[in-house]
């Protein structure tokens, strides 16, 4: 299933949904509850075995902060 993220135009807040049946139509701010709201791109992460590779071509997984990772050991 997939996941977008979405950045609202009113108040710019930016935010994840699951859309079921790809209806990106019915998205509102959880925020403002705007409409207007645009979808952004955002990077995945895979697992493959027991390590995260990262869509963005770096070798370190999406809760990497600081250049420590608990979820991939970097």
Do not use: H, N, W
Not at 7 to 18: A, D, P, Q, S, Y
Not at 43 to 61: D, P, Q, T, Y
Not at 63 to 69: A, K, P, Q
């Amino acid at each position: 299933m997939p996941i977008y993220e979405f950045t609202c135009r009113k108040c710019g807040e930016t935010f994840e949904e699951l859309i079921l049946g790809g209806r990106i139509e019915d998205i509102k701010c959880p925020k403002c509850q705007s409409g207007d709201v645009e979808k952004i791109m955002s990077a995945c992460a895979f697992k493959s075995g027991e390590k995260f590779v990262s869509s963005s071509g770096s070798s370190a997984c999406a809760s990497c902060v600081g250049g420590t990772c608990s979820t991939c050991g970097r």
